[in-house]
């Protein structure tokens, strides 16, 4: 075992993130490497990554052409300032994340993370409407179950209920549309669920209550990932951009997991078939070596703030980091990586592979619900009465013990692997989930 594998002696220190801090003090799980399909346990163990990290490390791990960039950028310019000044490679990436969005989204605005994203593109929305002389459209709509990071912004639009319980009231301005999950009509769906797009119209009667010339935007996940995989029904999204078109409205779509190959496809934009007025990414921007995100707006949003004297800044935000070069360096490689290996289309191929093998567990105890699309997959177990989430939580633990890492949120899996994933490895699993659902209680 390597020097870095031992587990530190002193854990209290570090406040985790969206963690049972106690809990996992008591039994830590540290992750001392990782590998392509792999990460490496403290304990000298192999896992399986069924779920990229966090969503975001879509390339695999540990590949040598983004990590050659990372070494390579932090030895060349480790920091230039954001503000006022620029450095080639920021540009280059702007340049080429733009030719592979649909028109007419063609510009970038880089933040650090998915949450930064968010509040950015609000702010975006709220400042664009001002620009254009529509200055009284200040509210933002969100939709229940919703999750759009972490920042006020963010946890205003968003609608997980216990991200916001304790934190105040937040925006003020803000209203949510429900959200589309119908079990009773739609349970065990392979791909986009046949029932619900009229859970769009929910944004007609929120504009009939404030009037369209109050709303700003309308913000959404295309396939809400953190609440349990939500997969839009068919029409819900174009519905939703009609209702926007009809009536001035921004609509943004939150690509943060779904961008940068998910569903088989570049972006939900283009799966869908449906352009939003702007797109949050992060995540597998940088195969999630680096932190970075970026907003994606089209020229006539950008083109309305490029107005007044040349010397003024036009918009009045921005991060240090924005931009920062060893991000820019590691998403130059990532989208290297991804281009080389075909990988912002591969899970097209994957999916019908992968759909019949997440809907294989539909037999397996407590299995309530499933649902897929792309290689993104969810199975919802019934909870154990007085207990949510303890019986998901138990299979997150026994899927460890067995070598494979998932995610799980309340009572439902979720699954979405690199998109290195092989047939095999999609085999192993599912076998290994399989297993881990027959021995929980
Ligand atoms: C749709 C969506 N938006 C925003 C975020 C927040 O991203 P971050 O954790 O990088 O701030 C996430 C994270 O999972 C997400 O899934």
Not at 150 to 164: D, E, L, M, P
Not at 219 to 233: D, K, R
Not at 413 to 430: G, M, R, Y
Request: net charge negative; proline share 5%.
């Amino acid at each position: 075992m390597s020097e870095r594998a031992v587990v530190p002696n002193n854990l209290e220190a570090f406040w985790m993130p969206f963690t049972a801090n106690r809990q996992f003090k008591k039994n830590p799980r540290m992750l001392v490497g990782a590998q392509d399909m792999h990460y490496t346990t403290a304990d000298g163990r192999q896992v399986l990554d069924g779920t990229a990290g966090l969503w975001c490390c879509n390339a695999g791990h540990g590949r040598p052409r983004i990590v050659e960039a990372i070494q390579k950028q932090a030895a060349e310019l480790d920091y230039a300032p954001a503000f006022q000044m620029g450095h080639p490679k920021a540009f280059e990436l702007a340049a080429r994340l733009a030719a592979k969005l649909p028109s007419p989204l063609d510009h970038v605005f880089f933040t650090n993370s998915g949450s930064e994203s968010v509040d950015t593109a609000l702010k975006i929305a709220l400042a664009y409407q001002r620009q254009i002389g529509q200055g009284t459209r200040t509210r933002l709509i969100g939709r229940e179950r919703g999750y759009h990071g972490v920042g006020f912004g963010g946890i205003s639009v968003g609608g997980i209920v216990a991200n916001r319980r304790t934190f105040g009231t937040m925006l003020t301005g803000v209203d949510h549309i429900r959200h589309t999950h119908d079990p009773e009509r739609n349970a065990f769906t392979r791909g986009e669920p046949e029932h619900g797009a009229e859970f769009a119209d929910d944004l007609i009667s929120v504009i009939n209550l404030h009037d369209p010339s109050t709303i700003a935007a309308v913000i959404v996940e295309p396939v809400a990932g953190s609440t349990g995989v939500l997969i839009p029904p068919k029409g819900y999204l174009k519905r939703l951009r009609e209702i926007c078109d009809k009536h001035g409205i921004l609509l943004i779509f939150d690509e943060v997991i779904t961008g940068f190959g998910r569903l088989g496809a570049p972006f939900a934009t283009d799966y869908f078939d449906v352009v939003p007025d702007l797109i949050t990414t992060a995540k597998g921007i940088t195969s999630g070596t680096v932190p970075m995100g970026a907003v994606f707006c089209s020229a006539d949003i950008y083109n309305a703030f490029m107005t007044g004297p040349e010397n003024m800044i036009e918009l009045f935000h921005g991060y240090t980091y924005s931009a920062h070069p060893i991000a820019c360096a590691a998403a130059l490689a990532t989208l290297d990586t991804y281009e080389e290996e075909g990988l912002l289309t591969r899970a097209s191929e994957l999916a019908s592979y992968w759909e019949d093998a997440v809907h294989s567990l539909k037999d397996c105890p407590h299995v309530i619900d499933i649902r897929n699309l792309g290689l993104i997959g969810a199975i919802e177990l019934e909870p154990i009465e007085g207990q949510p989430t303890k019986r998901a939580f138990s299979a997150f633990l026994e899927a460890y013990e067995r070598n494979l890492m998932i995610r799980t949120t309340g009572d439902i899996i979720a699954l979405s692997p690199p998109l290195i994933i092989e047939k095999s490895q999609i085999d192993e699993l599912f076998d290994t989930l399989r297993g881990v659902l027959n021995s929980i209680e």
